[in-house]
């Protein structure tokens, strides 16, 4: 199963003004972004996506979303809704929110044995790597990602593409291999 984790270095942690999801720490990108991880047309993908949330007013914390989403179209205002409901104590079967930092979630993953690739235009050409085993792939916002993450760099190129454009690559880039 592949595993993305997002890196928002101001997404909110408590209700925001879903009115204005770029106003709230990106909630648009947010929200872009799981889409591109788990929609395809007319389904869901098995994949799991987990934000990672460094913004006010109770960081850090984690919202983690999987195919058992329910209720959820793949359009960013509904999205965005979800996040702040999930904020605000909801539940949906396919959303848990956790308190925990970004440091916690990549050392969690490692334990679970996962293959942990940071999306970095600097890093190694994803061409070049043979085998993706368990993979999680960590890619940051519109600020970019801490600099001191375990795991190998990947780079899918040396332009500098939206968080989304790096899942969609991904995904399509690993459904045309079809091994994970
Ligand atoms: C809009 S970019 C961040 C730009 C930010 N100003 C920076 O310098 O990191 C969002 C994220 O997408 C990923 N990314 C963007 N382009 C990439 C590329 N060509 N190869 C690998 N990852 C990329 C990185 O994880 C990056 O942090």
């Known amino acids: 199963m592949r595993e993305f984790i997002l890196y928002s270095q101001k997404g909110p942690t408590g209700p925001f003004n879903v009115k204005d999801l770029p106003g709230s720490g990106r909630v648009d990108l947010i ?6 991880a788990l929609w395809i047309s007319h389904k869901l993908r098995d994949n799991v996506i987990h934000i990672s949330l460094n913004g006010p007013p109770n960081s850090p914390k984690v919202i983690t979303i999987t195919s058992n989403i329910r209720r959820v179209s793949p359009d960013e205002r509904a999205i965005g809704l979800w996040i702040n409901k999930i904020l605000y104590g909801k539940s949906n079967p396919g959303i848990t929110l956790r308190d925990m930092s970004f440091g916690k979630l990549i050392e969690e993953k490692i334990n679970e044995g996962k293959n942990v690739f940071v999306l970095h235009e600097g890093g190694e050409d994803v061409l070049n790597v043979k085998d993706f085993g368990n993979p999680v792939f960590v890619v940051g916002d519109n600020i970019g990602l801490p600099d001191d993450i375990d795991g190998k760099k990947i780079s899918i190129g040396p ?6 454009q790096c899942i969609t690559f991904l995904n399509v880039f690993l459904d045309r291999q079809s091994s994970i």
Do not use: K
Not at 159 to 164: E, K, P
């Open 31 to 36: 929200a872009r972004a799981v889409i591109s």
């Open 159 to 164: 332009t500098s593409y939206l968080a989304s």
